[in-house]
């Protein structure tokens, strides 16, 4: 594994990121003592580089209409279950607003794969949030590079794209018709094209093991990720993969706290998928050098029909529910909700020049 960019995770560590075999063995054990203090120690970092802060992103799922056929996921087109839906431009920049009135500073704009929005109404959509004062994050998929750089022009500033797995093949069972390579040919376009990327992955997919997640790590790494998600497998019962076993919170929350240590400015989520599988998942990731929760803006009456897992928590909570729901649950853990915009501070940097905390 390479270095971080300002090596600070290494200092943080007790263990050494660039020894495979020993990640290796801490991930076989990842109830051990010696996991724990992987957590304790991205958890100092995580205070020392970005804070004690904990960002809000208000999330939009406009579209549970899937062009793809990933084999976990419950909006896969194959999933005939699914009532599908379209969120029009109109709601979603009320879903928008409404987030806006809530204290939120950051919007994620999220659906599957909808060719049915072109360019243009997304990059529309993108300057009526914008006025609003709100920064826009992007979660749409595999899009043209031209699509890409008329967003970023109409005002987006982040886009998250998770790879999901590092192991091509594994990556090509999971996702029929796509490839390793071009989503990660995509995701370097959108660091080209200056976006805060987010990537990210899932822990406990069947087929996986060690190695395969230490070379998510490496990815991410590479990639110099300002962004990104873990989040454990959780079989969807209406997928191909529904009797699988789904992944742990333990195993999830190591992963959370390696890469904290591996990129020590990271935006990384404590996932609304961890606590979905327990009450406390979210609260585990944040102590684990997570500093990121996304609520849900979604309008009540879709929210039931975006289910990527199942069993996924607040779906019939109002959005200010939400919100004053995680804003204590981050208060009971002695951290706060932050009022800033949130960007990653490396990529701030790059732009301004100034030098960042801890560095
Ligand atoms: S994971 Fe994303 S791209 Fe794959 S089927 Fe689900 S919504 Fe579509």
């Known amino acids: 594994m390479g270095k971080s960019p300002n090596d600070l995770g290494a200092s943080y560590s007790r263990i050494d990121l660039n020894d495979q075999n020993r990640i290796l063995r801490l991930l076989a054990n990842p109830g051990g003592e010696e996991a ?18 904990v960002h809000l992103r208000g999330l939009i799922e406009f579209s549970n209409y899937c062009r793809n056929n990933c084999l976990y996921c419950g909006l896969r087109r194959g999933n005939r279950k ?3 839906y379209r969120m029009t431009p109109e709601e979603i920049i009320a879903a928008a607003e409404h987030g806006a009135s809530l204290g939120y500073r950051t919007v994620v704009l999220q659906s599957g794969e909808d060719p049915a929005y072109t360019a243009e109404t997304i990059a529309a959509v993108i300057r009526d949030i914008k006025g609003l004062g709100l920064v826009v994050t992007l979660s749409i998929g595999e ?8 967003w970023r022009k109409a005002g987006a500033e982040r886009y998250l794209m998770r790879h999901e797995t590092a192991d091509p093949a594994l990556y090509q069972r999971l996702h029929p018709g796509q490839s390793l390579e071009q989503r990660v040919a995509l995701l370097k376009i959108l660091k080209q094209l200056d976006y805060q990327v987010g990537t990210g992955f899932m822990v406990g997919l069947p087929g996986q093991d060690s190695r395969t997640l230490y070379a998510d790590l490496e990815l991410a790494l590479a990639l110099n990720a300002e962004m990104v998600g873990i989040g454990p497998f959780i079989p969807h019962p209406d997928t191909p993969l529904g009797r ?19 990129l020590p400015y990271a935006l990384i989520p404590a996932t609304t998928a961890l606590g979905s599988i327990d009450p406390f998942g979210r609260e585990a990731a944040l102590q684990a050098g997570a500093n990121v929760v996304m609520p849900n803006l979604t309008p009540r009456k879709y929210r039931p029909d975006y289910q990527i897992y199942p069993n996924k928590i607040c779906l019939g909570e109002e959005a200010a529910d939400c919100r004053g729901c ?20 490396l990529w701030l940097q790059r732009r301004v020049g100034s030098p960042v905390a801890g560095s």
């Open 36 to 53: 724990r203090q992987v957590l304790a120690d991205a958890d100092r970092l995580r205070s020392r580089t970005v804070g004690d802060k």
């Open 82 to 84: 699914v009532a599908r």
């Open 143 to 150: 899009r043209e590079p031209w699509e890409y750089e008329l």
């Open 244 to 262: 699988e076993a789904g992944g742990t919170v333990e195993l999830t929350c190591l992963m959370v706290a390696l890469t904290r240590l591996a």
């Open 326 to 345: 995680i804003s204590k649950r981050i208060e009971s853990l002695g951290r706060r909700v932050a009022d800033d915009p949130g960007h990653n501070l």
